[in-house]
């Protein structure tokens, strides 16, 4: 299993492996909407019910002689394209995540001025001692 969305292994890498999968009940499963370690993200619509990749996993544990039941990616929870718009403006700056209108930017922190030629004194007067 690997799914369409898997950045770690993409689906290209996956399919190399894929074309070796040849001898009798070793079957490749390609999964939408789902990224990286298949059996815990691919979130079905069902209620109560296991992500998908568990569910073909379980399925085939328990019959591995059988065609492995892909039945359940019918039921996948597609990719959700929107947010709500409070935790795209903490991440983002704007309540769009689909628009480049940024929030007002936080006025900045005032910070003392940095005294460079007492950083470069500390750092010769520290470089000359030597320890014994």
Do not use: Y
Request: proline letters at 11%.
């Amino acid at each position: 299993m690997n799914g369409l969305l898997d950045p770690q292994t993409p689906i290209g890498q996956a399919e190399l492996a894929a074309d070796r999968l040849t001898a009798p009940h070793q079957t490749f499963v390609a999964v939408p909407w789902s990224p990286h370690v298949v059996t815990f993200e691919s979130p079905v619509k069902t209620a109560d019910a296991a992500p998908c990749g568990t569910q073909m996993m379980a399925k085939f544990i328990a019959a591995p002689e059988a065609p492995v039941d892909t039945a359940c990616l019918d039921d996948l929870v597609p990719v959700a394209w929107d947010e709500d718009p409070a935790v795209v403006e903490t991440l983002f700056g704007t309540k769009d995540m689909w628009e480049n209108t940024a929030s007002r930017a936080p006025a900045p922190r005032r910070v003392a001025p940095v005294d460079w030629a007492a950083i470069a004194r500390l750092v010769r007067e520290k470089s000359l001692r030597v320890e014994r």
